[in-house]
Nanobody, 116 residues
Framework: VQLQASGGGLVQPGGSLRLSCAAS???????LGWYRQAPGKQREFIASVTSGGITDVASLVEGRFTVSRHNGKNTLDLQMNSLKPEDTGVYYCKAQRKVTPVYTYWGQGTQVTVSS
């Protein structure tokens, strides 16, 4: 399994960014998700979509971030609007399968910096 994240960058507060994760080698029943890690903090859940299209979004970004999955292309997008400085961090893509064969893979991360 390989996960390639892209779309990070520097944006002013109130701005928008769109992240994309391209997954290859995943099997059915794999959930794709976004996590972020701010400097000095633990990695935290942002949003995920199951292979069946069930979406979960963390309350701390709900209403500002939208996640979408395109199964035909095995991609997971994160549209981030109304960005705040506290959204700054490295955003990671994760692929997880909880039925045999069980696996968890992480992408390399993409930096998002929200600053004026």
């Amino acid at each position: 399994v390989q996960l390639q994240a892209s779309g990070g960058g520097l944006v002013q507060p109130g701005g928008s960014l769109r992240l994309s994760c391209a997954a290859s080698g995943i099997m059915g029943a794999t959930t794709l998700g976004w996590y972020r890690q701010a400097p000095g903090k633990q990695r935290e859940f942002i949003a995920s979509v199951t292979s069946g299209g069930i979406t979960d979004v963390a309350s701390l970004v709900e209403g500002r971030f939208t996640v979408s999955r395109h199964n035909g292309k095995n991609t997971l997008d994160l549209q981030m609007n109304s960005l705040k400085p506290e959204d700054t961090g490295v955003y990671y893509c994760k692929a997880q399968r909880k039925v045999t064969p069980v696996y968890t893979y992480w992408g390399q991360g993409t930096q998002v910096t929200v600053s004026s």
